[in-house]
């Protein structure tokens, strides 16, 4: 640590920090626009200028840029003296020269860096008299509008979209007073992580497009925290709603996970959440082509007549759905008829998992670790399509090096132009095995693609040279066993292995062979080695924890008459099994009951429908990848905008039921009760109990603001419904309010903030002022609990599987291949989502389509599972002949086509 003066008064900071940093850390206001927390220091803006003296009796001293400048003991500064603050003062006004100055048509007023920073330097009149210079702006898709003319040219975008991000069709071009920063001519920026452009830019120069149909400034939203739903990762998020529809989604700080990046899925992938012909009223089936809606005393009064006819009823989970949500079902239906909803495959894939993280010694790292692995071996997973976010801090991690290397140069790891030069030459090392090519094989050191099989047996033979007790893999050809000596003499030099999978290949050999090869390393004693798990909704983990059997299974009980009736709570059947046998199932639907927030075919199909509300109208808690228990809170109460609507949270709605068939007075009154009682019954639950806030969790007798203070026109909230304005809804199950009235202050007892904001900061940049260090811990800490780190671990047992010989397929095999839009369930509802989502096509091989004769445009026919399926194909170099990759999990895709056999591949001739 190092003593500096500031102003005068002394402070202690570290020597590791550059003075901007320090100085924003120790909440003091230093204006700034080209450095950025995860972007280091340029030097390119010299906003951040301040007064430094050689000794306390020097009076002239000199102006220094901050963000260049590194602590050092002794240090003397000022940021308050007449010439630092005339000279940032000078500065803005030339970076402003050619803006346009149109902050009232501008959307990101009120939520903009440059007009904080304008306001923090005191300009506030324009000399400059002379015609300026325009630029024309263009179309980067249907995420983000572009509009060059309010640049400054900090350089941020360049530096995080290229240099971070490693997004290769956005530049910056032309030289002096004339440089614009696009792409070379129109176009849909490519990066799966693009969207963080719209808070890396500290002006409106990138824009939500997707906010911009329904605009409306920060302060008149309604904010929660959240948890994004589409993957395992469970970034953070904070949710902004206004007239009862979701504008806007933002990321929310979070050391351990999301930090300040979020995908382009989850930022944009909300509208499913908007659907004006979501489910509202409870539906008996039709009857002569007329609805029949029931009440809630009615619904809840046929529910209870619906088990009292039906004695044994199956309850189908849901992996997409909370633990609150899933733990009242199996109440309702008891644990012997509670199904977790999962294929077989992917049961057998998360059990697996489950108890390695429960009850192995191997270290489960967050997502913000796993950019500290100097080597990376990922098997089976194709990250950027199925967790993008896992992929962007591997990328991370593979340029992690180039601070070894500077730190032992004496380059400290803020400067971010001297890091630049050294990752062009010295990378960290990254192994993917796969079934075919990924948008991640760019940074990698080699490849291997083949089909699982031989996945798991070069796996094997990795582990085997880790650990020459297991077996020897003598199938393999000699090049590459010599690979995997190579691999493995690679990662015994490391410091830090991190081993990926997860459950998306639905191969439980995969996820055993990535667990010796884990063992192996650890029992060397001689680095670290760290596990990853990817599952394929974000509660799999939670629901594993309840239980339950598989999908195939309820079915059969019910084909066997071991059960009489089923209810589907959140969970569409044509996603897992095929159109046949769903169409089949549904022909007699008096005894299904369905329960969800999107009119899904299960949904309409079923004999009776409950609608429910989606995350972003509740609360609850899932588990992501790592076994961390999360909270995600209310946005908004939909039957405040309209009384007429009968929704609530699928937990309510199974509770009463359960409470009128049992004849007792309702137990869970809020969310905490529901907690409570899963708790006592799940003892890995407890945590989440003693760790999460309860709703009568208060900060000077206050609730939490949901919204911000400046919030106006509360009055026009409901008045196209009644001019008269109504009483906020009361939330009875968390800590928020839903209003202005409240607590929003950085709090150290305060982990979930709703909405980033503290006075002169009403940008994203306003977490600084909600960090104990800039870009570091948070003033109240992380968070979420984990689960599985205390428990008692048992002793790293090896797997034993014989090997598979290669053998030449008679028939093709499905396998799948996975996009980021597209391949997750809700967004496909979401109107945005599906202009991006893909045409699907054949995956084959480049072999098998110059056996076939086959061409790039030709159409292919086939059958598999009763259905006729005709695509389009697309060639790879690198899959194995006799595989056939198709969209598992998009629309009329299920999940059961996973390695079933196609006889016959045949062109389609039009």
């Known amino acids: 640590m190092a003593r500096i003066y500031v102003d005068g008064k002394a402070y202690c900071m570290s020597e590791s920090d550059n003075l901007l940093q320090a100085c924003l850390s120790f909440g003091l206001n230093i204006p700034y626009f080209c450095w950025h927390p995860i972007l280091g220091s340029l030097g390119a803006c010299r906003q951040c200028a301040v007064t430094q003296y050689n000794s306390p009796s020097d009076n002239q001293g000199r102006l220094i840029m901050s963000c260049m400048t590194p602590v050092v003991d002794g240090t003397i500064i000022s940021i308050n003296d007449d010439t630092s603050k005339q000279f940032r003062r000078s500065i803005i006004e030339l970076l402003l020269t050619n803006h346009p100055h149109d902050c009232p048509v501008c959307e990101e007023g009120g939520n903009c860096h440059l007009q ?11 000399n400059y008299r002379f015609s300026k210079r325009t630029h024309k702006n263009q179309y980067l898709g249907s995420f983000i509008k572009h509009e060059m003319n309010r640049c400054i040219g900090c350089y941020r975008c360049v530096r995080y979209y290229k240099d971070y991000a490693d997004g290769t069709d956005l530049d910056v ?13 129109d176009g849909v920026l490519e990066n799966e992580h693009s969207g963080n452009l719209i808070e890396i830019c500290p002006t409106g120069v990138f824009t939500d497009k997707t906010h911009s149909k329904k605009y409306n400034r920060k302060w008149d939203m309604q904010y929660a925290p959240g948890i994004c739903q589409n993957c395992s990762v469970g970034c953070n998020i904070s949710i902004g709603e206004r007239y009862g529809e979701i504008r806007r989604i933002e990321n929310r700080y979070h050391e351990n996970i999301n930090h300040y990046l979020i995908c382009d899925l989850g930022r944009f992938g909300y509208s499913h959440t908007n659907l004006r012909n979501r489910p509202k009223q409870p539906v008996l089936s039709m009857i002569k082509n007329n609805l029949n809606i029931l009440s809630f005393n009615q619904s809840i009064e046929f529910g209870m007549n619906f088990f009292q006819r039906y004695k044994n009823v199956i309850g189908v989970g849901s992996v997409r759905s909370s633990i609150e949500n899933n733990f009242a079902l199996q109440e309702l239906v008891g644990k012997e008829n509670f199904s977790n909803g999962m294929s077989d495959k992917e049961e057998s894939c998360v059990k697996l998992i489950l108890n390695t993280l429960k009850n192995n010694q191997i270290y489960i790292p967050s997502l913000k670790e796993i950019e500290s692995y100097d080597t990376i071996l990922v098997l089976g997973e194709d990250l950027t399509q199925t967790s993008p976010r896992i992929a962007l801090a591997v990328r991370q991690a593979m340029k992690n090096k180039a601070k070894d290397l500077a730190k032992s140069y004496g380059i400290p790891q803020w400067n971010a132009s001297a890091l630049s030069q050294i990752a062009e030459n010295h990378k960290n090392s990254l192994y993917i095995i796969n079934t075919h090519e990924t948008k991640l094989d760019d ?18 033979a990795i582990a085997h040279e880790l650990d020459k007790n297991l077996p020897h893999i003598s199938c393999l050809d000699s090049n590459l066993i010599e690979k995997a000596s190579v691999i493995a003499k690679k990662i015994m030099f490391s410091k830090k292995v991190l081993i990926i999978s997860g459950s998306h290949s639905f191969s439980e050999s995969i996820i055993k062979a990535s667990i010796n090869i884990a063992i192996s390393i650890n029992r060397k004693n001689i680095n670290h080695v760290g596990l990853t798990f990817l599952t394929s909704s974000s509660n799999t983990l939670g629901l594993a924890l309840i239980g339950g059997f598989s999908i195939e299974t309820a079915l059969k009980k019910l084909k066997q008459k071991e059960a009489d009736a089923i209810i589907f709570m959140e969970y569409d059947l044509y996603r897992y099994i095929s159109k046949y046998d769903c169409d089949s199932f549904f022909k007699e639907n008096n005894n299904i009951i369905a329960i969800d927030h999107q009119y899904t075919k299960t949904y309409k199909n079923s004999g009776f429908s409950l609608p429910s509300l989606n995350f972003t109208e509740s609360s609850g808690t899932i588990v992501n990848f790592e076994g961390r228990a999360q909270r995600f809170f209310q946005v ?3 039957m405040f905008y309209d009384k007429k609507n009968c929704l609530y949270v699928s937990w309510k709605w199974l509770h009463f039921i359960k409470s009128k068939i049992d004849k007792k007075e309702i137990s869970w009154l809020n969310l905490d009760d529901v907690i409570s009682e899963y708790s006592n019954k799940y003892p890995i ?29 509360r009055t026009a909230l409901r008045a196209n419904i009644n001019v008269h304005e109504p009483s906020q809804p009361k939330d009875i199950d968390t800590m928020f309010s839903f209003s202005m009235e ?19 900061w009403n940008s994203p940049q306003a977490w600084n002022k909600f960090q104990k260090e800039i870009g570091r811990k948070l003033i109240s800490g992380d968070s979420g609990i984990h689960l599985f780190k205390d428990n008692k671990k048992v002793l790293d047992i090896y797997f034993n599987f014989p090997p598979k010989n290669f053998i030449k397929e008679k028939y093709w095999y499905i396998i799948p291949y996975y996009h980021i839009f597209g391949n997750e369930e809700l967004t496909q ?27 790039k445009n030709s159409i292919v026919e086939f059958n598999c599972l009763n259905q006729d399926f005709r695509l389009t194909i697309r060639l790879s170099k690198y899959l194995t002949q006799k595989q056939i990759g198709l969209p598992i999990g998009r629309k009329g895709f299920p999940i059961s086509l996973i390695g079933e056999k196609i006889k016959c591949l045949r062109e389609f001739i039009r």
């Open 829 to 855: 509802y979401s109107s945005i989502i599906k202009k991006n989502i893909p045409l699907e096509y054949v995956l084959i091989s480049e072999i098998d389509g110059l056996e076939l004769g086959f061409k």
């Open 443 to 460: 940074i990698a050191d080699w490849c291997y693609f083949s089909s699982i099989d031989q996945q798991v047996n070069f796996a094997s």
């Open 116 to 126: 904080d920073m304008t306001v923090m330097t005191g300009h506030n009149f324009r």
């Open 685 to 713: 639950f407890r945590k989440i109990k003693t760790v999460g806030p309860s709703s009568s969790f208060r900060i000077n007798g206050q609730k939490i603001a949901r919204s911000p203070h400046r919030s106006s026109g």
């Open 173 to 185: 071009y032309g030289s002096n007073n004339n440089i614009y920063f696009g792409r070379i001519e």
């Open 636 to 638: 908004y109460d939909p």
């Open 742 to 760: 409240g607590y929003n202050q950085p709090n150290e007892s305060i982990s979930h903030i709703p909405f980033a904001w503290f006075p002169g």
